[in-house]
C-alpha cells in the first residue's frame, strides 16, 4: 500500500498535498473508504513541506507512469506555494504531464490571481463545475465563501481556458440528468470539455 502524500491509481501517481479544504461537498470522498487508489488513507496526520513530498517521489519509477495529477482529500490550491515547488522539481527530472484537480476557488482561497503560476505548474487542469447555478452550486459544496463562489468558479475556468489549453470541468452524476444537460450547456457556451463522473457509494 502506499503512503497518504503519494499514491498510485489507474496508472497515475497522485500527490496528496494537504487535508484544507473551504468546500464540504455533499458526495465529497473524505466521506468514504473505498477506491483510494494505494494509499492506505489519504488523510494526512501533518501537512508535509515540500522536501518531504519529493522524498516520497525515490519510491517510484516516474517513467512507468502517464500522468502526475495533484489530488487528494483536500484542494490542493489551498497548497500552492507546494504545487509549485513540487512541480518545479518534476520538471527538473521528467517531463511526464502534471494535472491538478480542483474546486476552481484557487483565487478566493489565495486571494490573489493563481492561473499565471500555475501555467507554468501544470499542464491540465480538471474543474469540478458540481452544478448548473450559483444556489445548487453553493447547496452541493457548501463552499464557505458563499453564493459568490459558483462566479468565481467560473471566472477562473475561463482564464485557465486561456492560458492552460487543457482545461476541462467535471460533474459528478449526484445531480439529475436535467442538471447535467445544463452543466454540459455552460460547458459548451465556455468551450470547455465536461466529464461526467460516477459517484460510488
Not at 507554468?120 to 452550486?137: C, G, K, M, T, W
Not at 486561456?162 to 460547458?187: G, L, M
Request: glycine share 6%; net charge neutral.
Amino acid at each position: 500500500m502506499g503512503s497518504s502524500i503519494l499514491y498510485t491509481y489507474g496508472g497515475q501517481l497522485y500527490v496528496n498535498l494537504t487535508n484544507q479544504c473551504p468546500c464540504r461537498c455533499t458526495f465529497c470522498i473524505r466521506s468514504q473508504q473505498e477506491g483510494l487508489g494505494s494509499a492506505d488513507s489519504l488523510w494526512l496526520g501533518h501537512t508535509p513541506d515540500v522536501d518531504a513530498v519529493i522524498r516520497e517521489f525515490a519510491g517510484y519509477r516516474l517513467e512507468d507512469f502517464s500522468e502526475i495529477v495533484y489530488c487528494g482529500y483536500g484542494e490542493p490550491l489551498c497548497a500552492l506555494d507546494h504545487l509549485l515547488a513540487v512541480s518545479r522539481y518534476i520538471r527538473s527530472v521528467s517531463r511526464l504531464k502534471i494535472r491538478v484537480n480542483t474546486n476552481g476557488l484557487g483565487d478566493l482561497i489565495c486571494g490573489k490571481p493563481t492561473v499565471p503560476l500555475l501555467k507554468e505548474a501544470v499542464d491540465a487542469v480538471s474543474i469540478s463545475l458540481n452544478a448548473p447555478n450559483a444556489q445548487r452550486y453553493l447547496e452541493l459544496t457548501r463552499s464557505r465563501f458563499g453564493i459568490r463562489s459558483f462566479d468565481a468558479m467560473l471566472q477562473w475556468a475561463a482564464e485557465c481556458k486561456r492560458e492552460i489549453p487543457d482545461t476541462r470541468f467535471s460533474v459528478v452524476d449526484v445531480i439529475s440528468r436535467q442538471e447535467i444537460a445544463a452543466c454540459q450547456k455552460i460547458a459548451d457556451q465556455m468551450g470547455i470539455p465536461l466529464r461526467v463522473r460516477h459517484f460510488e457509494a
